[in-house]
Nanobody, 123 residues
Framework: QVQLVESGGGLVQAGGSLRLSCAAS????????MGWFRQAPGKEREFVAA????????TYADSVKGRFTISRDNAKNTVYLRMNSLRPEDTAVYYC????????????????WGQGTQVTVSS
C-alpha cells in the first residue's frame, strides 16, 4: 500500500512560483497513476493535474494549463507540481492522490490521498 505525504506549500505573491512534492512510501510507486487536486474553503475538491505511472502521459485542468507542470521521479518515489504565474484564485489546500494503473481527472478514480499542503497566493 502506498502512503502519500505532500510538502512545499506556503505563502507566495501573485505571479510567483512554488513546487509541491508528494513523497510516496512503498515499492510499487511506479505502477501508480498520480494526481494533484485542490480544495478552496467552501468549494468542492477539484482536479489540477495527473500523470500516468511511467510519466509519459499527463493531463491538466484548463485553469492551470500552461502555468503548472506535473512530473514524477520513480527512482525517488516522488511526484511534483511546479506552479508558475500563481494567482490568488490558486489559493487552496493541494492534495496528491494515487491509484494503481489508472490516472484521470476525477477524484473518484483515486483511492489513496495525502493529507494536503496549503498554498496561499496574495494579491
Amino acid at each position: 500500500q502506498v502512503q502519500l505525504v505532500e510538502s512545499g506549500g506556503g505563502l507566495v505573491q501573485a505571479g510567483g512560483s512554488l513546487r509541491l512534492s508528494c513523497a510516496a512510501s512503498g515499492r510499487t510507486f511506479s505502477t501508480y497513476g498520480m494526481g494533484w487536486f485542490r480544495q478552496a474553503p467552501g468549494k468542492e475538491r477539484e482536479f489540477v493535474a495527473a500523470i500516468n505511472w511511467s510519466g509519459g502521459d499527463t493531463t491538466y485542468a484548463d485553469s492551470v494549463k500552461g502555468r503548472f507542470t506535473i512530473s514524477r521521479d520513480n527512482a525517488k518515489n516522488t511526484v511534483y507540481l511546479r506552479m508558475n504565474s500563481l494567482r490568488p484564485e490558486d489559493t487552496a489546500v493541494y492534495y496528491c492522490a494515487a491509484e494503481r494503473r489508472r490516472f484521470g481527472s476525477s477524484r473518484y478514480e483515486y483511492n489513496l490521498w495525502g493529507q494536503g499542503t496549503q498554498v496561499t497566493v496574495s494579491s
